[in-house]
C-alpha cells in the first residue's frame, strides 16, 4: 500500500472521486463546460448524501491471516514419488528419505501415513515393506517436532494456564511488521485501533519465536530464518473465535503446567497413536459394503425397467465396485497383520478384528470359560476371505498360550461353517484349509504372494526359462510326434 495508505479490499471502502476546482467540464480549461460540469457533481452529491457523514469506526478483526497450504501439498507430492519407487532392494535408501521429510505439523504426519495406507492397501504384496517403513518412522519421528505448548498470560506476561497445538506453522500467507521487538508485536495485536496493513510472505522463511494467548487474542511471533539482523520480528494473530478459520486447532483441556501440557501432547501425537487411529477409521467405517448394497438391491428390483445394454452396464459398474471394495478390504487386512506381527499393533486390537470379522460377541462364564453371546449372526459375503487372509498372516503368532482359549471360540464357529450348505463351496474349502494349517502349526501349503528382489525375479525367470526348455527337448517334441501320428494314422493308442 502507499505510504500512509491502507489496503485495498482490506475492509475500508474506497473514496468517491473529487473534482479538481482547477479544472473545468470537458476541456479541463473552466468556462461553461466547467460550471455545468461542477454543477451535475454538486447535484449528485446531494443525491447521494443526506446531512453530515459520521466517521468511519475502525474493526479490530477487519484482518483474518491466511494459511498456507503449499507446504502440505508439496509434501503429498514428495510422498508419493518416493512411495512409487519403493522395492525391496531400494527400501533402505527410500525409507530414509520418508524419515528425513520435515514434519511440522500432525496434518503433515497424517499426509504421510495416509499416502502409505493408501499404498498398502492397493499392493498387498508390499504390506510387509509398508510395515516396516511404519516401523522405521516410529522409531524415527518425534512428535517434539511440531508439538506447540501455548501459555494463556496476563498483562504482566505471566502464564497462568497452557494448552498444546500440533498444527501451529510458519506459512503464513500474509505477516505483520517488521518490529524491532517481541513487546511492539505483542502491542501491535492487542491495539485493535491501529493495527498496521499486513505484508506478503512470499518466500521468506520463518521460524517461531513465540505464541501466547492474551486477552483472548492468539498471538505468534516470527523470526526470518536468513535474516542477519537480530531485531528484527513479524507477528500474525487473530481472536480466538476465529482459531477455526484460520486453522488452528488446541487441545481441549487446558494444564496448570507447561510439563504436564506437554506430556500429554506427546502422548496423544505419537507416530503410534496417529497410525492406530488411522487403523481404527478404516476398520470401524459403518459396513464398507452399505451403500453397495443398497445401489444393488435396488437395481435388483429395478431391472426389468432397463433395456439390456443398461442392465449389462450397470452389472459391469456393479462387478467393478465390488472386486474394488474387496481388494480395499483384503489390503487393509493384510497390512493390519503385518503391522501386529511386528509388534506395531497390540494383540488385543487383533483380537477385535477377528471377531468384528466373525460377527461374534463373547462372554465370560462364572468358571472363567468364554463362549459365544450371538452365534448366529450372518457375516458378510466378503467378510469370509478377510477373515482367512487374517489368520495366515498373524495365526503363527496370535495362536499362543494366552490366547489359545479365544481361538478355540474362533475355530469352532469356523468348523461348522464348512459345514454350511448356504457357503459356496469355495468358502467352506478356504476355512477347511485354514483349520489344516493351523492344525499343521501354520505352514502353509503353498508359498505366499509377497514382494520380490530383481534378483528373486531373475531367478524365476531363469528357472521358467530351464523348466520350458526341458519341455520343448523332451515332451514337448514327443507330444508334437504323437500329434502327427495321430493325424495320420488315427493315433497307435487304440481308442
Known amino acids: 500500500p502507499p505510504p500512509g495508505g491502507k489496503k485495498k479490499g482490506i475492509g475500508f471502502p474506497q473514496p468517491l472521486p473529487q473534482p479538481d476546482p482547477r479544472k473545468g467540464g470537458h476541456g479541463g480549461r473552466g468556462g461553461r463546460g466547467g460550471d455545468r460540469r461542477g454543477s451535475r457533481y454538486e447535484q ?5 448524501f443526506d446531512g453530515p457523514v459520521k466517521p468511519l469506526d475502525q474493526s479490530e478483526n477487519r484482518w483474518v491471516p491466511v494459511k498456507d497450504n503449499s507446504v502440505t501439498a508439496a509434501t503429498e507430492k514428495k510422498v508419493n514419488s518416493i512411495l512409487n519407487k519403493m522395492t525391496r532392494e531400494k527400501f533402505e535408501k527410500l525409507a530414509g528419505q520418508i524419515c528425513d521429510i520435515p514434519i511440522e505439523s500432525r496434518k503433515v504426519l497424517e499426509i504421510i501415513i495416509e499416502k502409505v495406507f493408501e499404498k498398502a492397501i492397493d499392493e498387498p504384496a508390499f504390506g510387509g515393506i509398508y510395515a516396516e517403513l511404519c516401523k522405521r518412522m516410529a522409531d524415527r519421528v518425534t512428535p517434539e517436532s511440531f508439538i506447540h505448548v501455548i501459555p494463556h498470560v496476563n498483562s504482566k506476561g505471566e502464564g497462568k494456564s497452557f494448552q498444546w497445538s500440533s498444527d501451529v ?13 517481541v513487546k511492539e508485536c505483542t502491542e ?27 486477552d483472548n487474542i492468539f498471538i505468534k511471533v516470527l523470526k526470518p530464518k536468513n535474516e542477519t539482523e537480530d531485531n528484527v520480528f513479524y507477528t500474525v494473530f487473530f481472536k480466538m473465535e ?16 507447561a510439563g504436564a501440557c506437554r506430556k500429554d501432547a506427546v502422548k496423544k501425537n505419537s507416530f503410534k497413536r496417529s497410525l492406530l487411529n488411522m487403523c481404527q477409521l478404516e476398520f470401524e467405517k459403518s459396513d464398507i459394503y452399505s451403500e453397495f448394497k443398497k445401489e444393488k438391491k435396488l437395481f435388483e428390483e429395478t431391472r426389468s425397467k432397463l433395456n439390456q445394454k443398461e442392465q449389462k452396464d450397470k452389472e459391469k459398474d456393479l462387478e467393478f465396485r465390488r472386486i474394488k471394495i474387496k481388494k480395499q478390504m ?27 470379522l466373525l460377527k461374534i ?5 462364572d468358571d472363567g470359560t468364554y463362549r459365544l453371546a450371538n452365534e448366529n449372526e450372518e457375516m458378510d459375503g466378503e467378510d469370509h476371505e478377510a477373515l482367512c487372509k487374517l489368520f495366515m498372516t498373524i495365526g503363527s503368532s496370535i495362536d499362543n498360550d494366552k490366547s489359545r482359549e479365544f481361538m478355540t471360540v474362533y475355530f469352532r464357529k ?30 502353509t501349503r503353498r508359498q505366499e504372494e509377497t514382494a520380490k528382489t530383481l534378483d528373486e525375479i531373475k531367478k524365476d525367470v531363469e528357472r521358467e526359462e530351464r523348466a520350458a526348455a526341458a519341455l520343448s527337448a523332451g515332451g514337448g517334441r514327443g507330444n508334437y510326434g504323437h500329434d502327427r501320428r495321430g493325424s495320420k494314422t488315427g493315433g497307435g493308442g487304440g481308442g
Open 44 to 48: 449528485q452529491q446531494q443525491s447521494f
Open 169 to 181: 506453522g510458519t506459512a503464513d500467507t500474509e505477516i505483520i511488521g517488521p518490529y524491532p521487538t
Open 188 to 214: 501491535a495485536a492487542l491495539d485493535g485501533a491501529n493495527r498496521p496493513d499486513p505484508v506478503i510472505r512470499g518466500d521468506m522463511e520463518m521460524s517461531i519465536d513465540s505464541l501466547c494467548i492474551r
Open 242 to 257: 476465529n482459531a477455526k478459520e484460520c486453522g488452528l486447532e488446541l487441545s481441549d483441556s487446558k494444564y496448570p503446567s
Open 330 to 356: 483384503i489390503g487393509f487386512i493384510r497390512f493390519i497383520g503385518e503391522l501386529y506381527k511386528i509388534r506395531m499393533l497390540k494383540e488385543h486390537i487383533m483380537h477385535e478384528c477377528v471377531r468384528s
Open 361 to 365: 460377541k463373547m462372554t465370560q462364564d
Open 414 to 443: 469356523i468348523s461348522k461353517m464348512t459345514k454350511e450348505s448356504s457357503l459356496n463351496s469355495r468358502i467352506r474349502f478356504m476355512y477347511q484349509d485354514l483349520i489344516e494349517q493351523r492344525g499343521n502349526n501354520w505352514e
